[in-house]
């Protein structure tokens, strides 16, 4: 049956169809705006600087036409205040093209900013470009040719750095455990910042709250220590404070270093921050200032630092040529590898670095720190950019300055190094550390430390740059080094008189007592022996090739032993052994 609801003749549902009629009965609900214009303009600003409060606060966006995160903070606000205009406006149009036009007249002044900065943003970026400022970008960093062998002299043992970044950790986590008044309310931060302190290679790191609730219950106090962890003595000091540290990058709240800096310094950008002392041992914030010098947002460099005293909060901005002589971390290695790719890379322009490739270099995956004078310079092997595991040369860069300099040095890349020194006592399954590079009879050679499955030092080993092939091995760095100096020898890199260890070189203890023990091994082709005393829990070794009174030493007899103080390992390095001494009554170790 069909049904004509418009005839007037049928009167079942009245004189209009139902379906009308139900629209009809539900007329459009009208909008209307909250209070006066004057009024909802005041609402908006209120809540967009309430956003814009609680985001500062919480980001810390640096204040910087230069910074990304400026451009995010500034659209967000606009954002909001956008919708906010909306909203209080009583969302007022018909259909899609009527509420558009709406939010256009009534965001008018949002959307303008909004695409301002976007066409800054773009047009910023375009002008920084690498295919445009390939040369720019190549002169970051400014590369000069260096001498190896007259630069970066021979240090003696007790310079040698002998612990890597984890060594450290696990020595100062262990530390810390020792100590009964700090271990259950604080932790070890993983800083461990590398510097020289008081003429010797340290690493230092300040402690850590546990929890939230341990920093409710000790903030009023600060930290009460930091760590300084002797790279070459292997030991840590505890150095405790009378003023707490107050201002870390753990904290909360207005004394977070970030926030502190950044409510401090709104305009200026920042690297992340390196915790070191004084040579008074006061603790600092070394805070890097960043600027962007190709465009807007490339080429970024460093041109200052501020020094934020950790216990005071006391702050003080330096530029570069001005920072104190014992800051050593202002340059990061991140900011120096960045800028050495740069020019290894643009070195014939940007065409070249993709077709061609003539002379393009890059820097190696790793890098190390190496004491030299009073500053600390950062180390990287430079490679084609053609991996072949193998390195054309290297840099050293100060940290302090950006001072860099290229040794021309054709050899293994440090992974192959290491790869080498893993090899030479394979049965043992050790794994090597990165390398440090190390000046020995003026050849450049890598030396790195043999760890165990639990992370301890067992060995050390010395690989030359130029022949890998050139492995020594040894419980101590003494042992490495004198048979690390034979097998140069051996090859005829040195001559006989640069081969033994001079113990002006070195700081020279002696023990008296007698042997309880011997014991021997063959290492590289020569065998070692290990004595005991009776007058300590110490073994001492060495080759019968350096001290051959060991072939005819028994048990029993008395000795007087000359050993390297600086000496580390699971052994002392003998230097010179003398048969036959009368033993006190109570032996004691004299230094000379």
């Known amino acids: 049956m069909n049904i004509n609801w418009n005839d007037p003749n049928f009167e079942g549902f009245g004189d209009q169809n139902p379906f009308t009629a139900k629209k009809a009965s539900r007329p459009k609900k009208e909008r209307k705006a909250i209070g006066t214009p004057f009024g909802r303009t005041m609402i908006n600003l209120l809540v967009t600087l309430v956003f814009g409060a609680v985001y500062f606060y919480v980001v810390l966006p640096p204040i910087n036409l230069k910074a990304q995160e400026f451009y995010v903070f500034v659209i967000l606000l606009c954002a909001v205040y956008a919708f906010c205009a909306v909203l209080t406006s009583g969302f007022q149009g018909t259909g899609v093209k009527g509420y558009f036009g709406f939010v256009k007249k009534q965001c ?55 612990l890597d970044a984890d060594s450290a950790m696990k020595l100062g986590n262990r530390k810390l455990g020792e100590l009964a008044d700090m271990v259950s309310q604080f932790e ?4 461990y910042t590398q510097i020289n302190y008081k003429g010797r290679p340290v690493r230092v790191t300040p402690l850590r709250y546990g929890d939230l609730i341990k920093w409710l219950n000790n903030r009023s106090k600060g930290l009460p220590a930091y760590l300084i962890i002797d790279m070459v003595k292997q030991n840590v000091e505890v ?102 790719d740069y020019h290894g890379t643009y070195v014939n322009g940007f065409l070249n670095s993709i077709f061609g490739q003539r002379d393009v270099t890059v820097t190696t995956d790793g890098y190390n720190y190496l004491a030299v004078g009073d500053d600390v310079y950062m180390y990287t092997g430079i490679t084609s950019v053609v991996s072949d595991e193998s390195n054309i040369g290297f840099i050293l860069s100060n940290q302090r300055t ?19 020194a893993e090899g ?48 020594a091995t040894g419980a101590t760095v003494a042992d490495c080094e004198s048979n690390y100096r034979q097998m140069l020898f051996n090859n005829g890199l040195i001559d006989r008189q640069d081969t033994d260890v001079k113990p002006g070189d070195l700081t020279m203890d002696q023990v008296t007592g007698v042997v309880t ?26 080759s019968a090739a350096d001290v051959p009174q060991l ?41 000379r």
């Open 239 to 340: 150095v405790r404070l009378q003023n707490g540290i107050r201002y870390t990058t753990a904290e909360h709240f207005s004394r977070n270093l970030y926030r502190y800096l950044r409510f401090h310094y709104p305009l200026y950008m920042f690297d992340e921050p390196a915790f070191e002392i004084d040579e008074e041992g006061n603790p600092y914030w070394v805070c890097p200032r960043i600027t962007k010098t190709i465009g807007l947002f490339g080429g970024m460099d460093i041109n200052g630092a501020v020094l934020v005293n950790a216990v005071t909060g006391e702050c003080q901005y330096y530029d570069v040529a001005d920072v104190p002589e014992w800051v050593d971390h202002v340059f990061t290695a991140g900011l120096i590898l960045r800028q050495y």
């Open 424 to 471: 030479q006592v394979q049965q043992m399954h050790y794994d090597a550390t990165f390398p440090l590079l190390l000046n020995i009879s003026d050849h450049p050679t890598y030396f790195m430390a043999l760890k165990d499955a639990a992370g301890l030092v067992k060995m050390y080993a010395m690989v030359n740059v130029s022949q890998y092939q050139i492995v």
């Open 402 to 420: 950006k001072e860099t300099r290229f040794y021309s040095c054709a050899g293994a890349e440090e992974f192959s190094a290491m790869d080498s």
């Open 188 to 191: 070890v931060a993983d800083d």
């Open 517 to 542: 023990d011997i014991r021997s091994a063959v290492m590289n082709g020569n065998t070692v022996y290990y004595v005991k005393l009776d007058s300590g829990e110490a073994w001492f070794s060495g």
């Open 108 to 162: 008018k002044i949002p959307l303008l900013i909004t695409v301002a900065l976007l066409l800054t943003a773009l047009v910023g970026s375009i002008i920084g470009w690498q295919v445009f400022r390939a040369g720019s970008y190549r002169d970051l960093l400014e590369v000069n040719t260096g001498d190896f062998a007259a630069e970066v002299e021979e240090i003696s043992f007790d310079q040698i750095p002998m």
């Open 551 to 591: 072939v005819l030493l028994n048990v029993g007899d008395q000795v007087r032993i000359t050993y390297p103080a600086s000496a580390g390992g699971i052994a002392q390095s003998i230097y010179s052994l003398e048969v036959g001494i009368p033993v006190p009554t109570d032996p004691t170790i004299v230094s």
